[in-house]
């Protein structure tokens, strides 16, 4: 499957609709701010380094890994 990040934004926004959740929830059951989960899915946010990337990685809009400290 050959998606890009823009549907994949938009699929990560689908589900957390159908399963209730608002960004806030979302980013507090994960331990991330709520601001920066909303400019990852926003695309306002790369998601390329630390935090984004964790939360780009955790909602599925990007493969990688999330290393332990």
Same mark, same amino acid.
Request: glycine fraction near 10%.
């Given at each position: 499957?050959?998606?890009?990040?823009? +549907?994949?934004?938009?699929?990560?926004? +689908?589900?957390?609709? &159908?399963?209730?959740?608002?960004?806030?929830?979302?980013?507090?059951?994960?331990?991330?701010?709520?601001?920066?989960?909303?400019?990852?899915?926003?695309?306002?946010?790369?998601?390329?380094?630390?935090?984004?990337?964790?939360?780009?990685?955790?909602?599925?809009? &990007?493969?990688? +890994?999330?290393?332990?400290?």
């Amino acid at each position: 499957m050959n998606d890009t990040i823009l +549907e994949r934004r938009k699929v990560v926004k +689908e589900i957390l609709s &159908k399963q209730g959740l608002t960004i806030k929830e979302w980013s507090i059951r994960h331990g991330v701010s709520a601001t920066l989960v909303n400019a990852v899915i926003n695309g306002k946010a790369s998601g390329r380094i630390n935090k984004g990337h964790k939360i780009a990685v955790l909602l599925g809009i &990007k493969e990688g +890994e999330i290393l332990k400290n």
